[in-house]
Nanobody, 118 residues
Framework: QVPLVESGGDLVQPGGSLRLSCAASGNIVSSNTMGWYRQAPGKQRELVASMHSGGTTNYADSVKGRFTVSRDNAKNTVTLQMDSLKLEDTAVYYC????????????WGQGTQVTVSS
């Protein structure tokens, strides 16, 4: 198992910024992808941004240029810097780690609420 602990969700005004952090522990494979997904009410969970341990990043089109994902491989942490937040960014954000140890496994955090409202 790989427990994930998230922090940083909050209420913010449009145009504001937030930083989400996530720390993983347990049975972590050195080659893995860590990232963030989000789920708004009535919608499916979607990828926001991810980063492989080798450095490759992937962003949803809707957040390109506004959000930045980074990680510390030594500490097994991933951070999502969110700038120029919009109303439509409101969602529960979930930290994820995907790794292969015999088979592909996805592990999830408990979720943190981000609300963008004036």
């Amino acid at each position: 198992q790989v427990p994930l602990v998230e922090s940083g969700g909050d209420l913010v005004q449009p145009g504001g910024s937030l930083r989400l952090s996530c720390a993983a522990s347990g049975n972590i494979v050195s080659s893995n992808t860590m990232g963030w997904y989000r789920q708004a009410p009535g919608k499916q969970r979607e990828l926001v941004a991810s980063m492989h341990s080798g450095g490759t990043t992937n962003y949803a089109d809707s957040v390109k240029g506004r959000f930045t994902v980074s990680r510390d491989n030594a500490k097994n942490t991933v951070t999502l810097q969110m700038d120029s937040l919009k109303l439509e960014d409101t969602a529960v954000y979930y930290c994820n780690i995907r790794q292969f140890n015999g088979r592909w496994n996805d592990y999830w955090g408990q979720g943190t609420q981000v609300t963008v409202s004036s």
